[in-house]
């Protein structure tokens, strides 16, 4: 039972309603769970995370002079990012909330850098992570998306030079992709930035804290000239609770541009090196504990073992009817897709109903609609399991047939204008979409393959409005108890008496 609001609760009703609460999610340990979450297997780090986490999580970031603690923790989880990631001396960086926020910092940084260009605009891979997409849109920046090589799924150096104008102040590439989960060419695209004279941001949130540690990596790193910023997420490949990406630059000068001080009011001056401004020191001090406690013998032990997990699942793909890799991965990332029998959205409910998930993505462009796997330490154990699933999961999906969506409806969505619908359209739709349940409630069914078809073809501005438009009613809060309106209550006697009193 939820807790009254109303009057205090005891500490058992909480712990017990907040247990029933987390009992529908997915399970963030045990390696059965390919997106969304990352588990070393190491209960001990684990613990030690979440003491420090609970230890640090009412301090605040705003005023390092107040919490030398926190600015010594971010120091030093910088230095050895810096070191991992052969940063030159003079590299300097900030920890950040996740990637998000850190590829947002490396826009600002970059168009805050070149305040001549009017309308600045970043060049990047069609598969960039859609971070750097909303990093453009809150920053008034434009993203100019150049596609990816068909065949690697890498980014194509040749077709960015060509997209680099005089407004360019930021190539980016990833390392890896999340969707493919490859490396993009880093070497020439921070070529073609050095030529030009911008910068470039390699976004390693995902592969940063495994690359590293594997071998026959191409280039990505500070190693490459050219190459003025990283951004690295702790709370991925680094298995620390989430809430901490790292963002490093290759010297103080590049960091600047996403400092910000305001004087411009009566409080403190406001001081910030990141977006938030009060900030909990929990989940830093939660990473630089857990990063203590693998330690880097450990985490190329973990790297590796992951790796050769995600190797061995690519190589019984193989031999899966119905199945296939989409390109041979670089890292730890696996993008699958089907023959013309079956789809990736069926196989997906079907993984789920088997108790893993793997996270069904979207036809783009040329690109196929894949299945992403994010295989991490945990799953190793595992492998043969997850085989087991995937065949018998990819075996049903034959059987059940591409889920087939009506053409009518296919050619309606494609030629929606999303700009024109409101609330009680978005509700007709999400109705056809099989999404409304009673009321006009959001209801995610059980099995979503239906679902993702129909997003599937519905060109990219109609998925982002329809899942907009889901979000907006799941999040919707319902009533709460309201404080009652006292009209005209007398302050009390002591405030009357300081009102009085002229203090
Ligand atoms: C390559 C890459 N960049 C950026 C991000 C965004 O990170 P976050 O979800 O921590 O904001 C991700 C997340 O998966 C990623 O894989």
């Known amino acids: 039972m939820m807790p009254d609001p109303t009057h205090p609760t005891p500490a058992d009703d909480i712990r017990a309603a907040l247990d029933s609460l987390r009992a529908q999610d997915l399970p963030t340990h045990g390696g059965r769970t390919l997106s969304y979450v990352y588990d070393s297997g190491l209960a001990e780090a684990d613990a030690i995370g979440r003491e420090a986490l609970a230890a640090f999580a009412s301090t605040n970031g705003l005023d390092p ?22 940063g030159p001396p003079s590299t300097v960086g900030v920890a950040t909330s996740g990637g998000t926020e850190s590829l947002v910092l490396a826009v600002l940084a970059a168009r805050n850098g070149s305040p001549h260009v009017e309308r600045p605009q970043v060049v990047a891979p069609s598969t960039v992570h859609a971070a750097v997409h909303k990093a453009g ?26 997209a680099v104008t005089d407004d360019t102040v930021l190539l980016v590439a990833s390392a890896t992709s999340y969707a ?44 490459v000239e050219g190459v003025t910023s990283i951004s690295v997420d702790l709370h991925k490949y680094a298995y620390t609770p989430k809430g901490v990406s790292l963002l490093l630059h290759r010297d103080p000068a590049l960091r600047r541009g996403h400092f910000f001080a305001s004087a411009a009011w009566p409080g403190y001056t406001m001081l910030n090196t990141t977006l938030q401004s009060t900030k909990s020191g929990g989940p830093l001090a939660a990473a630089w504990a857990v990063v203590h406690a693998i330690g880097l013998d450990g985490y190329a032990e973990l790297a590796k073992r992951a790796r050769q997990a995600c190797l061995e699942v690519a190589c019984a793909v193989g031999d899966i009817d119905g199945l296939d890799v989409v390109v041979a991965p670089d890292s730890t990332l696996l993008a699958l897709t089907t023959d013309e029998r079956c789809d990736v959205f069926t196989i997906a409910d079907e993984m789920g109903s088997r108790g893993w998930l793997v996270q069904p993505q979207m036809s783009f462009g040329d690109l196929p609609a894949s299945l992403h796997l994010s295989l991490c330490a945990a799953t190793a154990d595992r492998v ?10 990819t075996a049903e999906a034959v059987r059940r047939g591409r ?22 359209a978005f509700d007709g739709l999400l109705t056809i979409a099989g999404l409304a349940g009673d009321g006009g409630a959001v209801q995610v069914p059980e099995r979503m393959a239906e679902v993702n078809a129909l997003l599937d073809v519905a060109p990219p501005p109609l998925r982002e409005a329809l899942l907009a438009a889901v979000l907006d009613r799941i999040t919707r809060a319902g009533a709460g108890p ?5 009209p005209d209550r007398p302050a009390d006697p002591l405030t009357q008496l300081v009102r009085s009193s002229n203090l």
């Not at 849109?137 to 060509?162: C, E, K, N, Q, Y």
């Not at 910068?199 to 990505?220: E, Q």
């Not at 889920?403 to 009680?424: F, R, T, Y």
């Open 403 to 424: 889920v087939q969506v009506d053409p009518q409806l296919a050619a309606a969505a494609a030629s929606l204008d999303p700009a024109g619908l409101d609330d009680a």
């Open 137 to 162: 849109h809150l920053l008034g920046v434009d993203v100019v998306s150049v596609p990816v090589d068909p065949v690697t799924f890498r980014a194509d150096p040749a077709a960015m030079a060509a």
């Open 384 to 393: 043969e399991e997850l085989v087991t699933a995937l065949t018998g999961a």
């Open 482 to 486: 309201r404080m009652p309106v006292v």
């Open 180 to 223: 493919h989960g490859v490396v993009d060419p880093v070497a020439e695209i921070a070529a073609i930035a050095r030529e030009r004279g911008v910068r470039c941001h390699v976004d390693a949130c995902i592969g940063g804290w495994v690359l590293p540690f594997l071998d026959d990596v191409p280039p990505w790193t500070f190693a």
């Open 65 to 86: 002079t107040a919490f030398p603690s926190l600015a010594r923790l971010e120091s030093e989880l910088v230095a050895l990012a810096a070191g991992l990631l052969h």
